[in-house]
Antibody
């Protein structure tokens, strides 16, 4: 069974930093593109960042470029999102997600989400 | 950026009725479009990938069609558990984008 479990969500002040983690199990983690998607309370889904299997190829949404950094540790079956210079508008539930192993693979599995609140 | 537009924003129907949801892309995404269902307090669940392929375990009443810029999700006969928000999603071009969602609620 594929499982993605996020951790690290917290209340943080504007300008602060936070690191989210995602523990993957039930599949060969090193073989998949992984991604972070966020959802503002009561709103829609926003893709944040994606990372290739080898960790070298990375893509970011313009809204987080230069502030967020995605990384992975294939030996630990873990995905990370380092968030710097956090703003109130970054408040959201952050989902770790796996992309399907196919051309232009869409997301097939999601974690349960981690809540990040940015407020003074 | 490829913008996905979903219509209608809200669809009010009764159990047993047919639901037809639309997703339009601002430029072609070929067949690389997915549909998700999300219920309150839960993560999204994959229903359809590559425009028309049902994900594992998804009931046959859910079907997807389309290619290029126009896509449709059809629920042939609504069950009580189908009342939820539905999102479309493209991974054909960076940045990855999602539609704003269609809420299917009980009439």
């Amino acid at each position: 069974e594929v499982r993605l479990v996020e951790s690290g969500g917290a209340l943080v002040q504007p300008g602060g930093s936070l690191r989210l983690s995602c523990a993957a199990s039930g599949f060969t983690f090193s073989g998949y593109w992984m991604t972070w998607v966020r959802q503002t309370p009561g709103k829609g889904l926003e893709w944040v960042a994606g990372i290739a299997q080898n960790g070298v190829d990375q893509h970011y949404a313009d809204s987080v470029k230069g502030r967020f950094s995605i990384s992975r540790d294939n030996a630990k079956n873990s995905l990370y999102l380092q968030m710097e210079s956090l703003r109130a508008e970054d408040t959201a539930v952050f989902y770790c997600a796996r992309e399907m192993l196919r051309a232009y693979g869409q997301i097939d599995y999601w974690g349960q989400g981690a809540l990040v609140s940015v407020s003074s | 950026e490829i913008v996905l537009t979903q219509s209608p924003a809200t669809l009010s129907l009764s159990p047993g009725e047919r639901a037809t949801l639309s997703c339009r892309a601002s430029q072609s995404v070929s067949i690389y479009l997915a549909w998700y269902q999300q219920k309150p307090g839960q993560a999204p669940r994959l229903l359809i990938y590559d425009a028309s392929n049902r994900a594992t375990g998804i009931p046959a009443r859910f079907s997807g069609s389309g290619s290029g810029t126009d896509f449709t999700l059809t629920i042939s006969s609504l069950e009580p558990e189908d009342f939820a928000v539905y999102y479309c999603h493209q991974r054909y071009n960076w940045p990855v984008t999602f539609g704003p969602g269609t809420t299917v609620d009980i009439k």
